[in-house]
């Protein structure tokens, strides 16, 4: 509805974006115009009810048929508000407004979508009751760059790890062969048919999930493999210089568990100026978990690994209890370990979260485990089992992305059908990270920042 009184004027228009306030007609709100707040332009903000399906829309007028960035300013308490967002009656993407930490702080959210020429009508709904953030404006501009989901299509495209480097994007995932292949893009839309190259022969049977790192000005290859009849174990390669495509040397299996015992999922972390591995194991009770070992050089484990997570919460034991995958994320001076739970070959299979308090890493009661998990399946976006993920970070080192693996249907399992996708990080404002909703394949996204 739009608000009593509510004046009917013309679009703020720029150089670069059309502006349309929220308050004013053809504008609608479905709650109130309020200007209780300071910080807002024009003459009040749309402060809609909460209630699931509260919504504010905008009519727009767009030149040419495509790609448009829509800049949405809001403010919002330290609740994070899901929506959905629909262009022109057709839901298309469902972004989730992170807190901003008062309501006079106002900040933009920047959306890509496909529009058509001439007038196009821009709905943004709440999804649950806590309803939506107050809307100040949306703002209009032609669209940069995008890509779409899957980056990585089957059959070589689950547990993926994804780099940037000196120009180019590295990009290295379970193959079902023998081989650790790598592809090598300037742009993210490119590693969809960017060329495999073998990087490294792995002698096993089978080598699933490689995690790339660079230590040390030297690039290090981790990959389980199973070798015969014996159990599954993490393998390392490392680079003979700086180039992510080699070439390796291998340098033999991470000892990582007592009387060779499998151990999977390795991926190296920091701490305190100490190299540790983390990586995915059994504990006594049966229970695959999280583990820590410090190194003593890269290819070197000091000592066997200690358990600092087991799979306990429910929602880490939906079709099986499983806790791997683990991959470290820092910021702010702050240290998380995300990690996936519950089985694979499920549309359960999610991400969790601990978090480094300080004192040994090697104590489980150094860290603190999240109670509900932070990214998970998205039945309304056609999204199942999102999962064994890696950070990495756009090309001008402004923003935190997120790659994973994900299924099209509840039916699919832990094999080839996974396929990568990606999408950006945004930080709560208590300083956690918000991956938000597993976004729709097909959804024209902007690039990473700096392509």
Request: net charge neutral; with cysteine.
């Amino acid at each position: 509805m739009v608000a009593a009184g509510a004046a009917v004027g013309l679009p703020e228009a720029s150089a670069a974006t059309t502006r349309y306030e929220a308050e004013t007609s053809p504008a609608t709100c479905e709650g109130t115009i309020d200007s209780d707040w300071s910080g807002y332009s024009g003459s009040g903000f749309c402060n809609t009810t909460n209630a699931t399906g509260a919504a504010v829309q905008f009519t727009v007028n767009v030149a040419t048929a495509g790609s448009v960035t829509l800049g949405i300013r809001f403010a919002n308490g330290t609740t994070t508000r899901p929506a959905s967002l629909a262009v022109n009656g057709t839901t298309v993407q469902t972004p989730s407004f992170e807190g901003t930490g008062a309501w006079s702080t106002w900040v933009t959210k920047n959306l890509t979508v496909n529009a058509n020429a001439g007038s196009n009508t821009i709905r943004l709904a709440a999804t649950t009751s806590n309803g939506l953030p107050n809307v100040d404006h949306l703002e209009v501009g032609a669209g940069g760059p995008t890509f779409t989901n899957p980056v990585v299509g089957p059959p070589n495209s689950a547990d993926p790890t994804l780099v940037f480097h000196n120009g180019f994007y590295y990009y290295v995932a379970t193959t079902w062969t023998a081989s650790v292949v790598m592809r090598r893009s300037a742009t993210i839309a490119g590693l969809r048919t960017a060329a495999e190259q073998v990087v490294v022969r792995t002698g096993g049977n089978t080598m699933w999930a490689p995690h790339l790192e660079l230590i040390n000005n030297r690039w290090y290859l981790y990959y389980s493999v199973e070798q015969g009849d014996l159990p599954r174990r993490t393998h390392v390669a490392e680079s003979a210089g700086a180039d992510p495509l080699g070439p390796y040397t291998i340098r033999g299996i991470l000892n990582l568990m007592p009387n060779n015992g499998w151990a999977i999922d390795a991926a190296p972390i920091r701490l305190n100026n100490t190299l540790y591995m983390t990586f995915s194991a059994f504990g006594s009770d049966r229970l695959q978990s999280l583990f820590i070992a410090p190194m003593t050089n890269p290819w070197t484990a000091a000592a066997f690994g200690s358990r600092i997570s087991a799979p306990t919460l429910a929602w880490e034991r939906q079709e099986g209890a499983v806790n791997e995958g683990s991959f470290l994320l820092q910021h702010n001076g702050r240290t998380f370990l995300t990690y996936s739970a519950s089985y694979c070959g499920g549309p359960n299979y999610k991400i969790g979260m601990l978090e480094y308090r300080g004192g040994d890493p090697l104590a489980a009661g150094s860290w603190t485990k999240f109670p509900n998990p932070i990214f998970q399946r998205n039945d309304a976006n056609g999204v199942y089992g999102p999962g064994h993920h890696s950070f990495f970070t756009s090309p001008d080192g402004t923003e935190t992305w997120i790659a994973y693996h994900a299924n099209s249907s509840a039916s699919q399992g832990c094999g080839t059908t996974r396929t990568t996708r990606v999408q950006k990080v945004s930080w709560n404002a208590d300083g956690t990270p918000n991956l938000g909703t597993p976004v729709r394949t097909g959804v024209a996204l902007p690039v990473p920042s700096g392509e």
